[in-house]
């Protein structure tokens, strides 16, 4: 205003001369004034230097006004609710005022500025203080923060405010301080929280004021406030700067403020909240109270969503370490006597749900490994508060199942420290971790009983190893008597440790001190009962009461084992007082008998007949019986009735189930489940009597009836409950998330029966599946498939089943009980079993979708996809067209459970689903003939769900699709069928074959039978041999009822002489058929005709029918020549057949092959005649087996009189080369060439009588071992053994060479011919027949073959090999047969045998026969896997001065005494047959 010059006219005077006003001046000044900007600014320029000139600070906030409000001061500022431009301008304003005064009064701007905020921060926290919340603000006091805040930001940006001296100012006014304002002081920026921490002079005052607001913060999130989202957020971030800065690795030590205060401020608030919830749970807190509520919400920041971002670093995993720590050491008041006293009130389902839902959440971020590592440092290292050591053990075998492995280990480890230095604290340590996890159930841990029984009732226990260890063991359990519950003195009592009989006073010491305790405590271990509850914790049951839960248990272990209990059987022998007093009269009780015999009746007959029950009682409960029915109204008084109290028990149980099923609705409630479980299985245990020492252990199979299914009344209700639980949580759970993400709760329900009453849920599941199945509704069905997933999910923990006494040794796993409940005979029957195999299939598919394909095969048996294919296959007829890639379906939970299911939508959306095509892959669920004919022939035809022209239909696609077929006798429109297929297929040619012409490829059946035998179980055991012969008569049957030309083909070609069919049969005999359907070197009579049929058929559609015979019976010589054997078997009702198919055709002689089969039958005949034999034909192997057949049916003395006759051919055969020898030498010296043809004729005819008697004596040798192997054979073993050894004597007086026959192999001509004639399991037999020989060998046969020691040790070790193996008891000779063959048989007896003729052999033997005895050795155990090194020490037992010839060879053996020779061979042949049983037993 001063640059503006004001005209002086105040005085002047007008135009006309007269004097104006001031206000007609200024009114003509304004007229005259015109807009100007710059004016304007320059005029509020001015005002500004003039107000910043004579106006002070306070009054300036004071007085200034503005349009929207009429004062504005910073109180004001922060009330009113203007633009966002005035607010602007405001806070500009303000600022500059602030520099002004804070330059007039010599101090900072931001100290002055933080004072002022800070001040202001006070005035909003006091009135928030007046409302009922006292760490949140209202939504009033909200916005005036808000504005104080943004004035906050405008000073911060403009560098106007000191954050120190506001932390500073803040401190000043802790009392009304909110948390609040501190909360979004640190969300917006203003001050950091860590900030406002460390500004704080005294670190315990300022932890204290945190602890009291996050209480106060913790009560109103529970107390559900209306502001209870900014409540969670801001225990969310306060949570997450504590754990983040109080668990770092390490400090930042970048920041200006001090670092190390904010990790112990962090840390000692986090350990005040966990300190204070402990101490409320120890006080015993009082439900819904305020403390309950605050530590609730506590326990809750251990959950994911309440760490958020920090849960990706490892703070969190430090910090949940650390409070494990602090909830194992906080406050130790109890002593581990103390433990031992009060450990049974501290089960899983007994612990606090608070503190158990504090574990779970820890559980999450720590692993059982380092959980069960943790908890043992904590206690090598601290003072432990007992309670929650034990509840945390309880929690972990609960929640963990591989926590059982882990602290079976840790308590091993435990066991053996402490009897190794003798450490009371690992004993102690030991026992209580053992007995607490014991407590859990069989499900979760072993039983005490059991544990104490393995670990002290061998000599194997820990206290074995010294009289130290034992005394020490009974001192600590001696100490122990005072503190200890009756229910494990009982078992102390009842399984004492193995303690040898020299000090045998100190076991004698403590039981008489255990028994003296229980006396005290008026409990008598004679009444205790069979099943005890070592977890209750309750007083002793009354004998009488505990002999009828005995009673009960014993009942139904009976009837699902179909054996008298080992725990009854023990008992009455070990127990004598209890059971004769307590459990018979109990069991005894007399009532009206039922007419059909029930599990009891069956029970009493079973102690009967094993003399468990005294005659005299029996006597009297029959009596009593008797009466009972004569007195119907006094009967009434003998039928024990069901207790009233066992009605709450089953009330409690029902109200458990009810708490599960309303958490499945519920997330938030998710880590409850596990909890609600364990109670669950308390219940349950309570409801039936059972307790965790109701192990599966003695049920190692379960008897299951399928036509007759039973349950007593109490199981019947409690397994009703159980299965009606688990469908209407299914289906609760289903309305909020797929099965995918349901959470375990399954998992655990299923544990929980299978721990308890397993035998009983498998019962009710056959009356529900197998009788009642089509009455089931869509909930029933889907709850129940489920539960077979899961069922089949836990298949390596559970115990088979038997369907019935008809097969009481061929257990089922439980997953393939499902195939046997579920049938397809009716219309009815059909529909349930598709909807339960689709619903099956759906939730595994649905529940493990994520995990591997193993999941899925351990889960679902094959059987069950195999009948849903079947079945959709069968009913629907949009599943035989062909799938393409557009076609694969998505697969949805969700429209099963609900009321309106589509069966037929869901099963077709299944069979086209993506991951269910991918599974069919699997070779084991493909659905094969056989299959699709066992499902088909179940179906009654009168009650089918298809009509014949549908059903025909459904055949027909059957028959072009790609299954595979296994055949099955039975219905003849199938078998029908399957020729009418085989003859299409002989019609059908490939046009470009040629007319007349057989294509080049075998038969589709051969190589399905090869397929279908290459996946059963291949060895030497009964089963795999049983398994496999039965199918191989299942193809004989299916190729017997086809034409013949499956065998050979329809035809032969001269370019293709043996056709690809013939190749087949002739694999399928060498390799199946030689051992499992022949027998003494041949097949049956019925498969040999059905083949020379067919090759007659096929060979007279040839150009030259007897040469095509002739080739392919010459090629049967090298590739099947047990057809041929065959042949000469049954060749006197095979030879009609042929001569009258063949003159049908053709007038010519039969083929020169067959007719040399006709000769070798013909001379066999003639061998055996009284008159002279005719020469043996060509080849002399089928003449031999010609001349067995004929030996076997004639009498046994005639047999060596017939052999004879090869001894007078052997003099003939001299006699001619005698003869030719002399006469050539005086008359045909000059006719060499005449000379050499002779003498080949001659040799020829002696090599062949010669090779006759090798072929002879390997086909008697067969035939010994048939008469052994077969009960039923014909040829009784003396006999066989007889024609053995005389065939023997024939070999040996001609100095004929046999041992080969005992050394065959596939690489000689010899083997490769007699190993197709005989079965597998006859030449491994051979060493068998060696030995049986014995007596026939001659001595001076052993000196003379130089091979003979060699062939006699590799025998003798077959054989005991073979005896290790247990093969050597299929030719044990069956009872009744004469001393004399048993004692021949007998095995034992006969490596005895063996074994001194070997030692009395070795040192009559030449030093060459020893020259492969190293070969032997090494080809068997366990010199099998020796080097050079281990082979030479062995040989350096030999005697001194001499080796054998592998190595050195310094003198000559004969230096030898027969006692250096037969001590040297014993110890050979003992250390080689010890180590061959040992080695054996190892591989076995």
């Avoid at 007269?18 to 009114?27: G, Y």
């Avoid at 900072?108 to 002022?116: C, D, I, N, Q, W």
């Avoid at 601290?382 to 309880?394: K, P, T």
């Avoid at 841990?445 to 005394?471: E, I, M, N, P």
Wanted: aromatic fraction near 8%.
């Amino acid at each position: 205003m001063a640059g503006l010059q004001v005209p002086n006219s105040a005085s002047g005077q007008g135009p006309g001369g007269r004097r104006r006003s001031w206000a007609e001046l200024l009114a003509g000044r304004l007229k005259r004034q015109k807009c100007n900007p710059e004016r304007a600014q320059k005029l509020k320029d001015s005002a500004v230097r003039l107000l910043r000139s004579h106006q002070d600070l306070t009054a300036l906030l004071l007085e200034v006004e503005g349009p929207p409000c009429k004062k504005l001061s910073l109180s004001k500022l922060i009330d009113c609710d203007s633009s966002e431009i005035y607010a602007n301008h405001s806070s500009s304003f303000i600022g500059s005022t602030l520099q002004d005064q804070a330059s007039r009064l010599g101090v900072p701007v931001g100290v002055l500025s933080a004072g002022m905020v800070a001040s202001s921060v006070g005035q909003v926290c006091t009135a928030a203080a007046e409302t009922s919340h006292p760490v949140l603000l209202t939504v009033e006091q909200r916005k005036k923060l808000s504005s104080l805040l943004e004035f906050a930001q405008y000073l911060l940006a403009h560098s106007m405010f000191s954050r120190l001296s506001f932390c500073q100012e803040l401190w000043k006014i802790q009392n009304s301080l909110l948390l609040e304002v501190v909360w979004h002081l640190h969300v917006q920026g203003i001050v950091s929280l860590e900030e406002l921490l460390e500004s704080h002079p005294d670190m315990h005052a300022v932890g204290a004021w945190l602890f009291r607001n996050l209480c106060c913060l913790c009560e109103q999130i529970e107390a559900s406030c209306q502001h209870a989202d900014v409540a969670r957020a801001m225990l969310s971030d306060f949570v997450q700067m504590f754990v983040l800065r109080g668990f770092q690795k390490n400090s930042d030590l970048r920041r200006t403020v001090e670092p190390e205060k904010m990790p112990q401020v962090a840390v000692d608030v986090l350990q005040r909240m966990l300190i204070f919830a402990l101490d409320a749970l120890a006080a015993g807190v009082q439900e819904e109270s305020s403390t309950h509520k605050t530590v609730r919400c506590w326990f809750g920041v251990f959950s994911g969503h309440m760490l958020g971002s920090v849960i990706s670093t490892d703070s969190p995993k430090r910090f949940f370490s650390h409070t494990l720590t602090q909830i194992l050491t906080h406050s130790p008041l109890l002593k581990a006597s103390d433990a031992v006293q009060m450990q049974r009130e501290w089960s899983f389902a007994r612990t606090h749900p608070l503190l158990t839902a504090l574990y779970r959440r820890l559980f999450v971020m720590l692993s059982p490994e380092e959980l069960v590592g943790h908890l043992q440092e904590v206690l090598e290292t601290q003072e432990v508060h007992w309670q929650r050591v034990l509840s945390l053990v309880s929690a972990l075998v609960v929640c963990f199942p591989e926590a059982q492995q882990l602290l079976g280990d840790w308590v091993a480890r435990l066991m053996a420290q402490a009897f190794e230095s003798c450490q009371l604290d690992s004993m102690v340590t030991a026992f209580l971790v053992v007995r607490q996890a014991a407590l859990e159930g069989p499900s979760a841990f072993q039983s005490y009983a059991d544990w104490f029984k393995a670990s002290f009732g061998s000599t194997r226990g820990y206290h074995g190893c010294s009289k130290k260890a034992l005394v020490f063991l009974f001192t600590f359990l001696s100490d122990l008597v005072p503190f200890e519950s009756p229910r494990y003195l009982q078992v102390h009592i009842l399984h004492p440790p193995l303690v040898p009989s020299k000090y045998r006073s100190l076991l004698t010491d403590y039981i008489s001190l255990a028994k003296t305790r229980l006396a005290d405590l008026k409990v008598s271990i004679e009444s205790m009962g069979l099943y005890e509850d070592l977890s209750s914790a309750g007083d002793i049951t009354e004998p009488h009461s505990q002999a009828l839960q005995d009673v009960e248990k014993a009942i139904m272990v009976f009837e699902h084992t179909g054996k008298i209990p080992v725990t009854v059987m023990e008992a009455s022998i070990f127990r004598r007082p209890y059971y004769v007093s307590h459990f018979l009269p109990a069991l005894l009780t007399p009532r009206v008998l039922p007419k059909v015999p029930d599990s009891r009746v069956a029970f009493i007959e079973s102690l009967k007949r094993a003399d468990k029950i005294p005659p005299s009682l029996y006597s009297t409960y029959c009596q009593a019986c008797s009466a009972a029915e004569e007195k119907p109204g006094d009967a009434a008084l003998g039928v024990r009735a069901e207790p009233s109290s066992a009605e709450e028990p089953l009330e409690q149980l029902t109200a458990a189930l009810v708490e599960l099923r309303s958490s499945m609705t519920d997330p938030s409630q998710s880590d409850v489940i596990s909890a609600q479980v364990a109670v669950i299985s308390e219940r349950l245990r309570a409801a039936l009597g059972h307790n965790e020492d109701d192990s599966s252990a003695e049920i190692s199979k379960i008897q299951l009836s399928i036509n007759a299914p039973r349950l007593e009344p109490r199981e019947y209700t409690a397994v009703d409950l159980l299965l009606t639980s688990f469908c209407q949580n299914l289906m609760a759970a289903s309305s909020v998330a797929p099965p995918e993400r349901q959470g375990p709760w399954a998992t655990l329900f299923m544990r929980t029966m299978c721990g308890c009453v397993l035998p009983a849920v498998l019962t009710r599941l056959c009356q529900l599946l197998h009788h009642q199945g089509p009455s089931l509704s869509a909930p029933h069905v889907l709850g129940l498939a489920a539960l077979a997933v899961h069922l089949g999910e836990s298949r390596s923990a559970l115990p088979e089943v038997d369907v019935g006494p008809s097969a009481p040794d061929a257990g089922l796993p439980v997953p393939a009980l499902f195939d046997s409940l579920l049938t397809c005979r009716t219309r009815d029957s059909l529909l349930f079993c598709l909807k339960f195999c689709t619903a099956a299939i759906s939730y595994s598919l649905c529940k493990f979708s994520s995990q591997s394909r193993d999941i899925l095969h351990s889960c679902l048996s094959p059987g069950l996809i195999k009948k849903f294919q079947f079945l959709v296959f069968r009913l629907f007829s949009e599943a035989r067209q062909p799938l393409s890639q557009e076609d694969a379906a998505s697969l949805s939970w969700r429209p099963l459970y609900l009321p309106s299911a589509d069966w037929q939508r869901a099963a077709l959306s299944l069979w086209t689903h993506r991951t269910f095509r991918e599974l069919l892959k699997e070779e084991d669920v493909h659905l094969t003939y056989q299959d699709w004919l066992h499902l088909e022939l179940e179906i009654q035809p009168e009650a089918d769900a298809l009509s014949d022209t549908e059903r025909s239909r459904s055949y027909d696609h059957s028959e072009n699709s790609n299954l595979v077929f296994g055949g099955r006798t039975g219905n003849e429109d199938i078998i029908s069928r399957l020729q009418e297929m085989v003859a299409d297929l002989e019609l059908q040619q490939d046009p470009s074959v040629p007319l007349g012409h057989t294509p080049s490829q075998g038969h589709f059946l051969f190589g399905i039978f090869c397929r279908r035998l290459q996946a059963l179980t291949s060895g030497w055991n009964v089963a795999a041999r049983l398994q496999r012969q039965r199918e191989l008569l299942m193809y004989k049957r299916i190729l017997l009822r086809l034409p013949s030309s499956v065998l050979c083909g329809s035809s032969f070609q001269a370019e293709q002489p043996i056709t690809a069919r013939c190749e087949q049969f002739f694999h399928l005999v060498n390799s199946e058929m030689r051992n499992f359907c022949s027998h003494g070197g041949a097949l049956t009579q019925d498969i040999t005709a059905h083949f020379f049929r067919g090759l007659l058929n096929a060979c007279l559609r040839s150009r030259d029918p007897s040469l095509t015979v002739d080739f392919i019976l010459a090629k049967c010589q090298t590739k099947c020549p047990l057809i041929l054997t065959s042949a000469l078997l049954w060749w006197p009702s095979l030879e009609p057949v042929l001569l009258c198919q063949w003159r049908r055709h053709c007038q010519s002689p039969l083929p020169r092959e067959l007719q040399k089969l006709q000769g070798g039958r013909q001379f066999a005949s003639d061998f055996l005649s009284p008159d002279a034999a005719s020469p043996a034909p060509n080849p002399a192997w089928l003449s031999a087996a010609a001349l067995h057949f004929a030996i076997q049916q004639v009498r046994e003395e005639n047999i060596r009189k017939q052999l004879t006759k090869l001894d007078c051919e052997r003099e003939e055969a001299r006699e001619e080369i005698l003869l030719l020898t002399l006469f050539s030498q005086a008359w045909f010296q000059s006719m060499q060439l005449l000379w050499a043809c002779l003498m080949s004729c001659v040799f020829l005819k002696t090599n062949m009588r010669l090779g006759l008697l090798v072929f002879l004596f390997f086909f008697s040798l067969m035939g010994l071992l048939s008469s052994h192997l077969t009960s039923n054979s014909a040829t009784d073993p003396s006999k066989a053994l007889d024609v053995c050894a005389a065939v023997l004597e024939c070999l040996e007086k001609r100095k004929i060479s046999w041992l080969a026959l005992f050394q065959l192999t596939e690489s000689d001509r010899l083997g490769r011919l007699l190993l197709r004639v005989a079965p597998d399991q006859h030449t491994r037999l051979l060493p068998f027949t060696f030995y049986s020989l014995l007596s026939c060998f001659h001595d001076d046969a052993a000196i003379r073959e130089e091979a003979f020691l060699h062939v006699a040790v590799d025998m003798y070790l077959r054989l005991v090999q073979l005896f290790v193996a247990g093969d050597t008891s299929t030719v044990s000779p069956p009872a009744g047969r004469s001393l004399e063959l048993q004692g021949q048989g007998n095995p034992v007896e006969l490596i005895t045998k063996a074994r001194l003729f070997l030692l009395q052999l070795i040192p009559r033997c030449p030093k060459k026969s020893f020259s492969h005895i190293a070969e032997v050795t090494s080809r068997h155990p366990p010199w099998a896997t020796w080097g050079t090194r281990e082979i030479t020490a062995a040989w350096a037992t030999c005697p001194p001065g001499w080796q054998c010839e592998a190595t050195v060879s310094a003198r000559a053996p004969s230096l030898w005494s027969e006692a250096q020779w037969t001590a040297w061979a014993e110890d050979l042949l003992l250390s080689h047959s010890c180590w061959l049983i040992v080695g054996t037993a190892t591989q076995r």
